[in-house]
């Protein structure tokens, strides 16, 4: 296997297993999502649609071809993952806090 294509998959991997477990977290309002989102001064129903919408996204990443879906499913986590880094920022919490979303949003 060529290395472009293991370097490929091996970080499209882990910001998938990543962002699905926070997709889950968020859907099934996991009790530190709650906590975290609540801190963050957003209302828990905001919390099912980001999961759903994270699940999509993955989704869309792993499935086969569909180019223009992989671009929006990106686009979406970049949007994601930024508002999520303000968002600690905002409320001033810790760069423990703050710096996670924008390591993947790096990734």
């Given amino acids: 296997m060529e290395r472009r294509t293991i370097a490929y998959w091996g970080t499209t991997g882990i910001f998938c297993l ?27 129903q905001l919390s099912s649609i980001i ?3 994270k699940l999509l996204g993955v989704a869309a990443l792993l499935a086969p071809g569909r180019l223009l879906l992989k671009e929006w499913a990106y686009a979406g986590f970049a949007f994601n993952l930024l508002g ?3 968002s600690h920022v905002f409320v ?16």
Avoid at 29 to 41: C, I, K, Y
Avoid at 92 to 107: C, G, K, Q, V
Wanted: proline share 8%.
């Fill in 18 to 44: 990543v962002l699905s477990f926070s997709g889950v977290a968020h859907l099934f309002r996991f009790e530190m999502m709650v906590e975290s989102m609540a801190s963050l001064g957003y209302p828990p």
């Fill in 51 to 53: 999961g759903f919408a």
């Fill in 92 to 107: 001033a919490d810790p760069m423990s806090e703050t710096i996670r979303p924008a390591i993947f949003l790096l990734l």
């Fill in 84 to 86: 999520a880094t303000a």
